[in-house]
């Protein structure tokens, strides 16, 4: 079973940083997004079930590096780190096909997991845009992995129902936070992930390696304005010891129906 | 500056604090400067009422609860002056008492904020990012980095308070101030902080965060122990260590319970079903080698002690979600008398090796 997993290393949370000039975010570190720790979480249960090798596939600043390292401590075989200046800016169309580009490179795989969506772009749309590049079905809003034998089966979330979908490989699985418990390394697995091949691939590297192809060029989301949305608070929260807050009810009670 | 009369519905949230105490007040004032946070401790002279001060009311232990009188609150004392360079080469960075652990490592983190060249920090770290310079300087907090970093007030380099009578005075350092019988502060009487000059720290570069899990007390103490007599020994170790915590099976099964509903602590698995005790370690430094062959040794030294799980994560952002777990694990100790029995439940190694509680 050939697994890959694309992983995304974003800001902190409340750390994202734009450049006020092209409006694209300043990468400079961050954490593994959060639904890609989940799917890196599945990828390492069916391989356990089912064999196989699992790459971790990024493309991002070189700062990714680390989060990528993370993920082979925590159970990927290798990872592959897109990064050259020519795919920066890339918007979800232009990111699932730089992807599709080296999951190609990678002579494709039987599984791709995606995390649902990332604490940064939040589009939600990367796996399935990598499917379509790919030409591969795909399930989406993944909240369980149940097998029936040697079978994967997704659980997809659908408004107010659940549909339980079975693995047709090759295929997109986009996997949500309740999925699967994230894992941690280990002290030792930290330290000889270090040891794990972790390949940097550029622009020269692709199959396409046309560059008007890839980055904010060849994106055709516009991003006009970035604002930060501030709401304000009408009523304070309410912090007070329950006791107080009933007490308060009742003489606003009294207050309109009166009584003792 | 307004002196305002106190509305029990509108400033519900100023008569307590993390204590979960509840107190009383007649006025409340939100002083901006020097000379309106002098009017504010005049006005509580003149007219005999008690104040309290208070900062972001994160505290432990009752004391922003107000008795009565007027409350002075630091939340709109939130100027940050900037950094500058001491003739020992040394950079300070001065704020007004009311600026958050948060606003000053924002402010330190910003995109090109560099000091010569090089990235500075704040290094006390008491986890609660809510808490104020005021607040932290009085209570003198004490981080989860405190086997490296000590106390708050180790790092301040100077500061300004206004005493009860509104008069100022300025003092050269913190311990001066908490000791002073000028300020009053020897004898329980009312003083404000007003500003403070805090000391930086050249930023290190490579961070790790370990979490050692053990079946019980004695094998984790056995283990701070080891970690406690290597850095007594080795030069690079004293350096390197820079944080040690200590948590007891009933922390953890609190800190598990409380995963759910807090979100700085979902990035994280279960905590191994068997683990009775937990340490975790912070190293830091700029010769990642070194850190990871230090590293081995522990892990070594984990084996013989025959612990049981590891979680280990690199990275300043990755051991975020580590501290989270120090962070919560104070809001569910419960204060250190009901700790159970020797007291001793969770607390950080400070600079002689000793297990203390935040307080
Ligand atoms: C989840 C959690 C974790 C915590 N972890 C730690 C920890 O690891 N280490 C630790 O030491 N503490 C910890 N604390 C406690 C708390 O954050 C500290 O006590 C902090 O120092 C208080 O800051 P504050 O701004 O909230 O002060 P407040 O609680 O508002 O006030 C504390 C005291 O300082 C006085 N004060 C405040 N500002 C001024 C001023 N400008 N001038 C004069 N007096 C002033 C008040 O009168 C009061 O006596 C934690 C608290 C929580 C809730």
Redesign the interface.
Known sequence: MKIIVCIKQVPPSGGIVVDETDRVQIRSGGVLNPCDARALAVAVMIKKRLGGKITALSMGALSAESTLRQTLAIGADEGVLLSDKAFRGADVCVTAYTLAQAVTKLGGADLILCGQQTTDGDTAQTPFSLAARLNIPAVGFVKAIEFTGETPIFIQELSGASAAVEARFPMVAAIGLSAAAPLAASLKERLDAAKKPLKIWGLSDMPDSDGSNYGLIASPTRVIKISRISTEQKNPPITEPPADTAERILKAVRAVVGGR | MEIIAFDK??Y??Y??DES?L?GRADFIAFPRDGAELSEALAFAAKNAVGATVQGARTGLFGAAVPRGGLVISTEKLTRVYGACQGADGGYTLRVQSGVTLKEINDYLRG?RRLFGGERYAFAPNPTEANATVGGMLVRDAIGLNALRSGRFSEHVSSLTVVKGDGSTIGYATAKELLSDKRAGADRGEIFAVLDAELRLTKKDSVFWG???FFDGKKTAEEFIGGLLSRRAARGFLRDALAALVWFDGEVLRRVSERRLAD??L?????FPADARAAVYAELSGDDGAAL?SE??V??EL?EKIGGA??????????I??FRAVCHAAVEVAGRPKENDGDGSAYGYADKDGNIVFPS
């Open positions: 519905d509108k519900a949230g008569l307590r979960g509840t995109e370990v979490f050692y979100s700085s979902q990035g994280l698995p279960e990871e590293l081995c522990h892990a984990f799980d590891t979680w280990a994560e690199t990275g300043e952002d990755e975020q979600k």
